[in-house]
Antibody
Framework: EVQLVESGGGLVQPGGSLRLSCAAS????????MNWVRQAPGRGLEWVSG????????FYADSVKGRFTISRDNSKNTLYLQLTSLRAEDTAIYHC????????????????????WGRGTLVTVSS | EIVLTQSPGTLSLSPGERATLSCRASQSVSGSYLAWYQQKPGQAPSLIIYGVSSRATGIADRFSGSGSGTDFTLTISRVEPEDFAVYYCQQYGNSPFDFGGGTKVEIK
């Protein structure tokens, strides 16, 4: 089954750290860029970070740059997000999202829209 | 950074009516890299439109996307009961790959 399953969320104090994981199955993980998108309670979607299939390129929203680190282990089909210096405003459900890959004529191109999402893991930052 | 503004915030419709959702970008979206997602309560978002007007796999043809440059539209020709949800646009031409604030389509 093609799916993404997040884990690692929980309650953490301001200034604390947490590592989120996203286990992928049912597709060739290393071929796809991957992302983290968060949603604060009752709010809209916020793209947080993205990483290329090889892991060589990473991208971050300004709101998390310098505090969050995205990484991946293609041998384990797993995406990670290390969260540090957490603030109350980081409280949200964190979803992982698979970037689309379109292949024509033997050439494949990765696009940063998300054709598969996980259900998310809740991170609550509170004292 | 491209800022996406969606309107209206809430759209109240009866089943069978036409829904027109707007997404306006603060600068031109490169390569027509504009997507739309649907999110129902308690669920993850799901892709419905990419490349401005291409429907994702399994998406009904009552959903259509249009637009160019800075102005984009998602149209639901006749809203079905399962279409009541929140809809988000997203630009994916340049990082950060941000979303609009969303439009809630609710039952009138």
């Amino acid at each position: 089954e093609v799916q993404l399953v997040e884990s690692g969320g929980g309650l953490v104090q301001p200034g604390g750290s947490l590592r989120l994981s996203c286990a992928a199955s049912g597709f060739t993980f290393s071929s796809h860029s991957m992302n983290w998108v968060r949603q604060a309670p009752g709010r809209g979607l916020e793209w947080v970070s993205g990483i290329s299939g090889s892991g060589d390129s990473t991208f971050y929203a300004d709101s998390v740059k310098g505090r969050f680190t995205i990484s991946r282990d293609n041998s384990k089909n797993t995406l990670y997000l290390q969260l540090t210096s957490l603030r109350a405003e980081d409280t949200a459900i964190y979803h992982c999202g698979k970037s689309a890959l379109n292949c024509t004529g033997g050439e494949c191109y990765s696009y940063w829209y998300f054709d598969l999402w996980g259900r998310g893991t809740l991170v609550t930052v509170s004292s | 950074e491209i800022v996406l503004t969606q309107s209206p915030g809430t759209l109240s419709l009866s089943p069978g009516e036409r829904a027109t959702l707007s997404c306006r970008a603060s600068q031109s979206v490169s390569g027509s890299y504009l997507a739309w997602y649907q999110q129902k309560p308690g669920q993850a978002p799901s892709l419905i439109i990419y490349g401005v007007s291409s429907r994702a796999t399994g998406i009904a043809d009552r959903f259509s996307g249009s637009g160019s440059g800075t102005d984009f539209t998602l149209t639901i020709s006749r809203v079905e009961p399962e279409d009541f949800a929140v809809y988000y646009c997203q630009q994916y031409g340049n990082s950060p790959f941000d979303f609009g604030g969303g439009t809630k389509v609710e039952i009138k």
